[in-house]
């Protein structure tokens, strides 16, 4: 803490929920959770060390016909391993969620108290903005998840829209009927913080019987990402990178398994020289693979 607005969900956790959401009714035209400090105003122009989201990042994995027309592909070699199985992966935010403040402040009930519809999200200092980066890892997971055999549920379909509402977004993946589900985000810390934090959710009725479930998944992504990526367990909020969280929705009312990612911290230096490229995101996603092929299988 110590860095006003620029907490995000890891960060907010510091606060009584009445706090924050109080904090959030308050300043919902500047603040966003995920920390950003990234106001209601244009962003700054983006440095562009990744794909655009009109023509969105593509790996030499997700090169396929059926991956451009978003079609199901055929698995490959090492296919099978998740034939049958339904993932549902939420990018975070939405590009174009600054151009509407009006629509992202919009208060939902959470299941156990009210948040605004959506935020902008946070950005590193360069102006490359989280929804981007989720959109780019999601994007390379789906690709991955599609070569082992799944069916991949996407709560949002480009980076330069509004939305969905965070509770729109658990809706889509409950009526998916998924089978394990990721919310990816990256955080708006303490400058001096770094690394990955995954937030699991606490029992509040329609997520009960999936309390559990989500604590393996959670363990299994924090595995994946110590193994596969450079970015450390967060250094400033969580135990080994995990933490509990009962305020947010997209955890209280999703009644598949589920963790929220926040991938590093967009706010430190370090951290966001790895965000923003290409190699990192696409690290994130295999790892996020590997995980979601361990607990389902
Ligand atoms: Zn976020």
């Not at 244009?42 to 562009?48: F, G, N, Q």
């Not at 980066?133 to 509004?162: E, I, K, S, W």
């Not at 955080?187 to 699991?200: C, K, N, Q, V, Y």
Request: aromatic fraction near 4%; include cysteine.
């Amino acid at each position: 803490m110590g860095d006003g607005d620029r907490r995000g969900h890891a960060g907010w956790a510091r606060h009584g929920r009445r706090q924050a959401v109080a904090a959030v009714i308050a300043a919902v035209l500047a603040v966003s959770a995920c920390g950003s400090a990234v106001p209601a105003a244009p962003l700054p122009s983006r440095p562009s060390p990744a794909p655009a989201a009109s023509q969105p990042a593509v790996s030499p994995r997700d090169s396929t016909p059926a991956a451009a027309s978003g079609q199901r592909e055929v698995p490959d070699t090492s296919a099978g391993l998740l034939a049958g199985k339904i993932i549902g992966i939420d990018p975070g935010h939405n590009g174009g969620n600054f151009t509407d403040p009006a629509a992202i402040s919009h208060q939902i009930w959470n299941g156990a108290g009210w948040e605004p519809c959506d935020t902008t999200g946070t950005a590193t200092d360069g102006g490359y903005t989280e929804a981007r980066f989720n959109f780019n890892v999601a994007r390379y997971l789906r690709a991955d998840l599609r070569r082992n055999g799944a069916r991949v549920v996407m709560t949002r379909a480009t980076d330069d829209g509004v939305g969905p509402c965070v509770d729109q977004r658990s809706e889509i993946i409950n009526d998916a009927h998924a089978d394990v589900a990721v919310d990816i985000h990256a955080d708006g810390g303490p400058a001096s913080g770094r690394g990955f934090t995954i937030l699991e959710p606490v029992a509040d009725g329609p997520n009960d019987k999936v309390i559990a479930a989500s604590a393996r998944f959670g363990s299994d992504v924090q595995q994946a990402l110590l193994a596969g990526t450079t970015m450390p367990e967060s250094t400033y909020v969580g135990v080994d990178g995990i933490m509990q969280r009962d305020d947010l929705a997209g955890l209280n009312l999703t009644s598949v398994a589920k963790v929220l990612v926040e991938c590093g911290n967009m706010r430190n230096a370090a951290d966001a020289r790895l965000l923003v490229t290409a190699g990192y995101q696409q690290s994130v996603a295999r790892a996020l693979e590997q995980a979601i092929i361990r607990v389902l299988g």
